[in-house]
């Protein structure tokens, strides 16, 4: 069966899926400004107090908790990119001119690369969102020497001149050069004033927790499928533990494979779409669509979390 047959069997199922109301979707969007900012309140206070393990500890995860909110945002304009967020398509764009400027990119550019990502899965010359990261080989059949590679590119940096950046095109409007630049003072104000909060809680999970993340997971929902001659091969659900969605797939979007097939479903919904798809014995026996990934430490396997499905 084919990525096309199974897209044509269900796609009505799925059709007028309800998205947020502009009401919600703006309090999404102020609910995640807001807990990285009491996030990054929270982190100062943690710098006041005496250095031991467990404030450092706090430090941590404090840092990569306001790494998550940003992978949240960045999820919400995927969302966007595809007008499935908010009910009212001018929404989708506003919020996600919005939420590429608190990460410092371009709604327009991310709209364009990543749909052309849609339409040419893992073709290198004209998927503009997977040509730009050919070198980092997620192509590569998944083995424990790729597995290794791909944890260890972040930690190198190297994802990062790809992976991070400061957009300050006017391909959104002059309105939101004027919000990054805006918020750019504000980041080197906030510098001056309390350097190592801006360094830690600021400046480290903008440029690198939140773009680590986002190489990750590009790991997870792709790694040795890239290339694939259906859709069915090309992306992966990541039916992982709670804790793993949680930092990974905040917005809960860990159905990569169903969200290829069927792009018009809202992230809110693909949960369900997922299980309606169950339903069909050929999708429900296939790797890449319902081979769980247990991260109990009894059970744990480092190649099961970018495993190929062979």
């Known amino acids: ?11 009505r199922r799925f059709f007028g899926m309800t998205r947020y109301s502009r009401t919600v979707s703006w309090a999404i969007v102020a609910a995640y400004a807001g807990s990285i900012l009491a996030s990054i309140a929270l982190g100062s206070y943690l710098l006041s107090l005496p ?14 908790f306001i790494g998550t909110r940003l992978r949240g945002i960045n999820n919400i304009v ?6 499935t967020f908010s009910e009212l398509r001018e929404d989708n764009v506003r919020i996600g001119r919005v939420c590429t400027s608190i990460l410092m990119k371009s709604f327009r550019k991310y709209r364009d690369d990543h749909l052309s990502h ?4 893992g073709d290198y010359e004209h998927d503009a969102e997977f ?14 020497r790729t597995i290794l590679r791909h944890i260890a ?24 050069v004027f919000l990054k630049l805006s918020l750019l003072t504000l980041i080197a104000a906030f510098a001056i004033i309390s350097p190592l909060t801006a360094i830690f809680f600021v400046i480290l999970p903008l440029f690198y927790i939140y ?39 905040p917005r809960n979007d860990s159905y990569h494979l169903v969200h290829h097939l069927f792009p018009q479903v809202p992230a809110r919904h693909l949960h369900r779409a997922h299980v309606e798809l169950c339903k069909d014995p050929v999708y429900r026996s296939l790797p890449s669509a319902a081979r769980p990934i247990d991260a109990r430490p009894e059970k744990a396997r480092l190649a099961g979390v970018l495993w190929k499905g062979q």
């Open 1 to 11: 069966m084919s990525g096309k047959f199974l897209r044509k069997t269900y796609i």
């Open 51 to 64: 250095v031991t393990f467990w404030s450092v500890a706090m430090m941590a995860i404090t840092a990569i």
């Open 78 to 83: 995927h969302e966007c990119s595809h007008a």
């Open 118 to 121: 849609h339409a040419n899965n």
């Open 131 to 144: 040509g730009s990261i050919e070198r980092f080989g997620l192509h590569d059949p998944v083995n424990m």
């Open 153 to 176: 590119t972040p930690l190198l940096g190297r994802h990062l001149p790809l992976y991070t950046g400061i957009n300050l095109s006017g391909e959104d409007g002059r309105l939101f």
């Open 211 to 249: 773009p680590t993340l986002n190489f990750w997971t590009d790991c997870l929902d792709h790694a040795g499928l890239v290339g694939a001659k259906d859709e069915l091969e090309a992306s992966r659900n990541v039916l992982a533990p709670t804790v793993v969605r949680l930092l990974f797939f």
